[in-house]
Nanobody, 128 residues
Framework: QLQLVESGGGLVQPGGSLRLSCAASGFNLDFWKIGWIRQAPGKEREGVSCISSIGSITDYADSVKGRFTISRDNAKNTVYLQMNSLKPEDTGVYYC?????????????????????WGQGTQVTVSS
């Protein structure tokens, strides 16, 4: 049972906040790069954020920069995405994905085939 499990999604009003969690089950996240990818209705998947294996490197899509914060707690085998000042355009299914890599680097690609593990996703709906 090797999988990533996302949680924390839900319905929130514009301007609100959500904290998404990505927990690894069956494997240790050490040396794994983690990306958060979302897919809005009728749109292509978009890389939202990423964090390197150690956590020293992070990156964000321009659309979420300044509003979202990614972090990881390897002791808990979990990566988080704190989302503040949410907008309706943030609505979508949010996936976390893992790619093995020893080097400390960030990976934020929307292409599922480029990851070793891909979660089931959690729905985020921003609506008044």
């Amino acid at each position: 049972q090797l999988q990533l499990v996302e949680s924390g999604g839900g319905l929130v009003q514009p301007g609100g906040s959500l904290r998404l969690s990505c927990a690894a089950s069956g494997f240790n996240l050490d040396f794994w790069k983690i990306g958060w990818i979302r897919q809005a209705p009728g749109k292509e998947r978009e890389g939202v954020s990423c964090i390197s294996s150690i956590g020293s490197i992070t990156d964000y899509a321009d659309s979420v920069k300044g509003r979202f914060t990614i972090s990881r707690d390897n002791a808990k085998n979990t990566v988080y995405l704190q989302m503040n000042s949410l907008k309706p355009e943030d609505t979508g299914v949010y996936y976390c994905a893992a790619r093995f890599g020893v080097q400390d680097a960030c990976l934020m690609t929307p292409h599922k085939d480029e990851y070793d593990y891909w979660g089931q996703g959690t729905q985020v709906t921003v609506s008044s």
